[in-house]
């Protein structure tokens, strides 16, 4: 691997190669600069290993190599092998890649061992016709289905929630359009992938205000999101998403926004044009940075960011968004220490500490411990 740390510098130094060795593999790093830090060296090792700068541990002949110092200080020379230790949590993303780390995806088979073995096709019978009818709920939840059942579509204008959850259906076809009047569908835990669901019939669900995909296969968002403008929960946590769709920017009532345990490592500037945002969660992701228009969101409550690269925030977020009583960075970049130098802190730390002490006042359940928001070194 080309370190990008290269060249020589004043005194004709040449580049160097090296390697680092983590959980089984063997990390070439190559044409890196002797004059190189040992923290630039764990800059480089971030995205081939997952694991944040500050959780690295380097052994280099039984010595443990220190920040401040380059590699020529260090005794790092070309050929050089260097051991990586990781502290436990301190990474980025889905965990540490470790050695022959696959993604499995989620099968049909996985799902219907969770639903218990052997366990029927739900039959749709006359009385639970009646009863979705009647309610307007249709709940199919760990029914260990493969198949959306066409019984469904008979509901029509009476729907208002679908509960498919925790099965193992691959498709969502274009019958999805008829459930004119449905508010809420939830597909969580599923085999549903990119090419198996019917965006065209979902952007016709003008009443819609939760879409929940977590748990599926999905590596890309459709551009017909911006067709559901009643929607203000938007739920696609753990797939492999890269990006997020620009068209999120037009659902005018989104409060929620969760996409944790993907693949996101860039979070667009018209992120500070969903005013109405409320609570998000980009944790677990690849993120280094925030763009500063995150701090247009005035509405915004909590922010979830743990397990990420981020070395800062925007410098006007506790300035501006003063609704926000809840931050989660464990597991980054940034420390509690650099917390405290961001302007606006003092009155952010305030408002989540009244906050917190109402719970307790009126003892409310999960209350009793307080949250500094970061790890303190």
Known sequence: MDSGVTGGNASGATAISLSVKFSGRTLPITNISPDATIKDLKSLLQPLTNVLPRGQKLISKGKLLVDGMTLRESEITNGSKIMLMASQGLHQGDGPILKQAQTLPISRENNTNRSGKGKAQAAVDKNRLERWKATGVIGLSECNLKAIPEEVWHSRTSA?????????????????????????????SNDI???????????????????????????????????????????VANNKLSSLPNEIRYLPKLEILKANNNRISTIPTWIGECIALIEVDFSSNLLSELPETFSNLHNLKSLSLSNNGLKSLPSTLFKMCLMLTRLDLHNTEITMDLLRQIEGWENFDERRRLKQQKKL??????????DEGADKS
């Not at 965006?199 to 977590?214: A, D, F, I, Y």
């Not at 006042?361 to 307080?370: E, L, P, Y």
């Open 193 to 235: 992938s990119d090419d198996s669901i019917c965006w065209e019939g979902l952007k016709s669900l003008k009443c819609l205000t939760v879409l929940s995909l977590n748990q599926n296969r999905l590596t890309t968002l459709s551009s017909d999101l911006e067709c559901l403008t009643s929607l203000t929960q938007l739920h």
């Open 160 to 188: 208002r929630v679908l509960d498919l959850n925790n099965n193992a259906i691959q498709e969502v076809p274009a019958w999805i359009g008829c459930l004119s009047s449905l508010q809420k569908l939830l597909l969580d």
């Open 361 to 370: 006042d009126f003892r409310v359940v999960g209350s009793a411990a307080f």
